[in-house]
């Protein structure tokens, strides 16, 4: 009988991974290094905390509630699952822009896309 796989990766997404209060999100913001990536444009900067944290913006637009929602909690997942393959000590906000919602795989396509991109350009912009 085969056991599973042990991993030493944990998965969670805690309080301390998600970018909370409008100071967290103007500091990113602020620095203006943007990269889209299909329906969703990714702001990233470099953090002092040693891990990723990701800030979600979905507005009105995107649609009705029950979207936005179903929009959301797949951007989190993805987070939650790429986290070990994302740059790590960057703080990432995900703007949504209006589409019919992807699935998972797609989303998580999009998002290590568009945050190694941005890694990249920080590496070129602090060398």
Not at 38 to 67: F, I
Request: aromatic share 8%; hydrophobic share 35%.
């Amino acid at each position: 009988m085969n056991s599973p796989p042990i991993t030493t990766h944990r998965f969670g997404f805690d309080r301390r991974k998600r970018l909370r209060t409008r100071e967290d999100f103007a500091r990113v913001y602020q620095a203006r290094i943007v990269k889209r990536a299909g329906p969703l444009r990714v702001y990233g900067k470099p953090n002092d905390c040693g891990y990723g944290r990701l800030g979600l913006s979905v507005s009105a637009r995107v649609g009705n509630a029950v979207t936005r929602n179903k929009v959301k909690r797949m951007l989190r997942e993805s987070f939650r699952l790429l986290q070990h393959d994302l740059p790590n000590g960057y703080d990432w906000i995900v703007v949504v822009s209006r589409h019919e919602p992807l699935e998972l795989a797609d989303y998580q396509r999009l998002l290590m896309s568009a945050t190694q991109q941005l890694e990249r350009q920080w590496n070129r912009a602090g060398s």
